[in-house]
């Protein structure tokens, strides 16, 4: 069983920066996708990120190329979400998820097992 954690979040005017972390408890036995998400009041929840842990790169949603960038500290089981000019429409609750995978192209695909509570990140102009 994995339990993930987020922490990081706040709010910031507009152009400023923010980082999330989410701490995993348990392990995989195997590769796994590690992705975030979020969720603006009363829309659907979109990926933000993701990463497959043996040798992938990080993904980015459209909306957060060149502005958001994904870590992870493997040492420390923890991932990270470096956001930066964050927007007003950035403005939402963001989760952390989880799921044992077998190649990159599984992450994006299908459902997430495991999530965090979320963490509210609030941008104003």
């Known amino acids: 069983q994995v339990h993930l954690a987020e922490s990081g979040g706040g709010s910031v005017q507009a152009g400023g920066s923010l980082k999330l972390s989410c701490g995993a408890s348990?392990?995989?036995?195997?590769?796994?996708?590690w992705a975030w998400f979020r969720q603006p009041q009363g829309k659907e929840r979109e990926e933000v990120a993701h990463i497959y842990t043996v040798g992938g790169l990080p993904q980015y949603d459209d909306s957060v190329k060149g502005r958001f960038t994904l870590s992870v500290n493997n040492a420390e089981n923890t991932l990270y979400l470096e956001m930066n000019n964050l927007k007003p429409e950035d403005t939402a609750i963001y989760s952390c998820?989880?799921?044992?995978?077998?190649?990159?192209?599984?992450?994006?695909?299908?459902?997430?097992?495991?999530w965090g509570q979320g963490t509210q990140v609030t941008v104003s102009s």
């Open positions: 348990g392990r995989f036995d195997s590769s796994y996708c």
């Open positions: 998820a989880a799921k044992e995978a077998y190649s990159k192209a599984s992450c994006f695909i299908g459902e997430y097992d495991y």
